[in-house]
């Protein structure tokens, strides 16, 4: 598949800036992109072509319009005639940037990673207040996820140049530029924000939102034991405001006692009424806690007060998961985690459930996601039923395409316990030569293959044929990942005081795995990290290092944190203490140079000493973890 790119110069970008220079409603081709309006205009309607030869299954687009500091997901309804895509953009009134985004199969046109990215301008021309300060938020918040390459020093300069000539936005933004700014410019950072809080200070009859926006710049200016006093004031003069909220959640949070958290969200209902979200998460906790106090009743109760409803699925799932894992309270378990999967039924098509964050599509795939993860827990408890074929059923839309091997294992050891052989003989072959397999499935298959054939005879040739085509996949897809990407050099203390220096490792292939204790997915992982550790523990041209990042509290802190965890677990890992970029930052060094925004995170580094492969997240699969991880060290090894 031939993928199209998007261009977009820097000069373009100054050229829809200089919006006077360039005569209204006057279209442009850039690329294979044509758009009616050089300059789009806020509240007008842009139409655009793009021209592509992908296929059509494979075009997407969606834009990104953005409001103040925030972003809005828009689908682009596209249509097709010959090889060009024709489509109408409606921009809000209300919009200061507009970002498109076209998708060829899986991957973003990035425009040479500059982006697509358009500052709107009001009908006489001129650039909307606050758009250059959306552009840089839109870099800093967004762009990477499609590829975009981002100097976040110069989308910080977009923000300050355009806040600084604009002071009536600036409250609009003081959540979020000022721990940017000082993070940037520690000096000057440090005199906005203490002009931002004067603002505030000297001003009479503040809103509760600009009490939080001072709460937020006390904050970022290490000025935090002013915030407990800045908490009793909002209480005092916004007794039903979101502060006198949350401060009773976190009563309620803190309280042990069941009959005590019952009285807090008594008294929280007569206060604060039936539509706060935080009182239906104190229903749903309590609710939990009667539940694991085998108080059916009392559960039943309490879900039923629940008013926003689209908090119940997950809730409902959580207990009857746990349920099922263990094989207790079956029938229940059912009954709760069949209504999880209706809820989330009802809710695909009904929009009106929608994030802000999602496009329709996007939030229509989600539900579906979400329908499939409930589905593998409804399959569950059919099984440890008995109701082997309503499992099945279930399980099969539980896979959806077939691309987790936890699940996909589930549906095979269903399908072995109702004795379909040649539907496993199938699906099992699917998944051994998609990659998307276990050990476990691998068995499966084996004792299908014979209960089909009769005997053993054939299975290794047809077997290691299977294995042969996920092989040849999987190195084809590890060979395109590859990147090279030169990495800024760190020296780090292990939990051992010792030092680590990245720079003295070059020469070797090396596994840096940013972690935290709090991140579930990253412990998950961790066994087949040892795996991959006890593969290469005698070749000393491979180093695996695992990098403590985001963690709070002081170093003896995070390194005790981090060792104790690791020993308790007994792994052999050799970690090194990640330190935030300065004092009461939550911003993390080397997770920053790394550019790590999420973990589990893993970097590998060739021999040559430049980034060769980034992965973010776990599978779910220790096999697929170990093989894929494996097969990336043996490829820059050789």
């Not at 030569?433 to 054939?453: F, L, Q, S, V, W």
Request: net charge negative.
């Amino acid at each position: 598949m031939k993928i199209t790119k998007i261009l977009l110069s820097i000069s373009f970008l100054a050229f829809c800036i200089s919006c006077n220079e360039t005569p209204k409603e006057m279209g442009t081709s850039i690329g294979n992109l044509y758009i009616s309006n050089t300059t789009p205009v806020a509240g007008e309607t842009l139409n655009i072509t793009y021209t592509s030869d992908a296929e059509e299954k494979d075009v997407s687009a969606y834009y990104y319009y953005m409001v103040g500091s925030k972003a809005y997901p828009v689908d682009i309804n596209l249509t097709k005639a010959d090889s060009v895509y024709n489509a109408t953009i409606a921009i809000p009134d209300s919009a200061t940037v507009l970002a498109i985004n076209f998708k060829n199969g899986k991957d973003f046109d990035h425009n040479n990673k500059k982006g697509y990215i358009f500052p709107l301008t009001n009908t006489e021309g001129d650039t909307i207040t606050g758009a250059m300060a959306g552009v840089g938020m839109y870099q800093l918040r967004y762009a990477s996820n499609f590829g975009i390459e981002v100097d976040k020093a110069s989308a910080i300069n977009l923000m300050k140049d355009d806040l600084l000539k604009n002071t009536a936005i600036q409250e609009n933004w003081d959540a979020i530029f000022p721990r940017n700014f000082i993070a940037q410019n520690k000096e000057e950072g440090k005199k906005y924000i203490e002009s931002r809080i004067a603002s505030y200070t000297t001003g009479n009859d503040l809103t509760e939102n600009q009490y939080r926006n001072l709460g937020f710049l006390y904050q970022t200016n290490g000025q935090g034991q002013l915030l407990d006093s800045l908490q009793k004031v909002m209480k005092e003069k916004f007794p039903k405001g979101a502060a006198a909220q949350e401060a009773t959640w976190m009563e309620f949070y803190k309280e042990q006692d069941y009959n005590k958290k019952k009285e807090i969200y008594t008294a929280f209902e007569a206060n604060f009424g039936t539509e706060s979200r935080i009182r239906d998460m104190m229903l749903t906790r309590l609710a939990d806690a009667a539940i694991k106090n085998n108080n059916k009743e009392e559960y039943t109760s309490l879900m039923a007060k629940v008013f926003d409803k689209k908090m119940l699925p997950s809730a409902y799932n959580s207990i009857a998961w746990e349920y099922a894992e263990k094989g207790e309270n079956l029938d229940f378990a059912a009954e709760i985690s069949k209504k999880s999967l209706d809820l989330v039924s009802s809710s695909i098509n009904n929009l009106s459930d929608k994030p802000e964050y999602y496009t329709a599509s996007q939030y229509k795939q989600s539900m579906k996601s979400t329908y499939n993860m409930y589905a593998d827990t409804y399959a569950l408890i059919m099984f440890k039923q008995g109701n082997v074929d309503e499992a099945i059923t279930y399980q099969k839309e539980a896979i959806g395409k077939g691309l987790n091997p936890e699940l996909n294992e589930r549906y095979i050891q269903f399908l072995m316990a109702a004795k379909k052989y040649d539907d496993v003989v199938t699906e099992a072959g699917n998944y051994i030569k998609t990659g998307n397999t276990t050990t476990k499935i691998n068995d499966y298959y084996k004792e299908a293959y014979i209960n089909k054939n009769g005997s053993t005879e054939g299975f290794q040739k047809d077997f290691d044929a299977l294995e042969k085509i996920a092989y040849d996949i999987l190195v084809a897809k590890t060979k395109a990942e590859m990147i090279d990407k030169t990495p800024t050099n760190f020296t780090l203390k292990n939990t051992k005081g010792d030092t680590v220096d990245l720079a003295s490792l070059k020469g070797k292939t090396v596994v840096l795995d940013f972690w935290a204790t709090w991140c579930g997915p990253c412990k998950a992982a961790f066994p087949g990290m040892q795996m991959a550790v006890d593969k290469y523990k005698d070749d000393d041209t491979v180093v695996f290092l695992f990098i403590d990042t985001m963690e709070s509290g002081d170093f003896e802190t995070r390194s005790k944190l981090a060792a104790d965890f690791v020993n308790n677990n007994n792994y052999t890992f050799e970690v090194v203490i990640d330190n935030p970029k300065e004092e009461g930052s939550r911003e993390f060094l080397v997770a920053s140079n790394f550019e790590v925004t999420g973990i589990p995170t893993k970097v590998i580094i060739g021999p040559d000493g430049n980034i060769k492969f980034i992965s973010v997240g776990y599978s779910g699969s220790i096999d697929k973890l170990v093989k894929e991880l494996s097969l990336k060290i043996d490829l820059l090894n050789s």
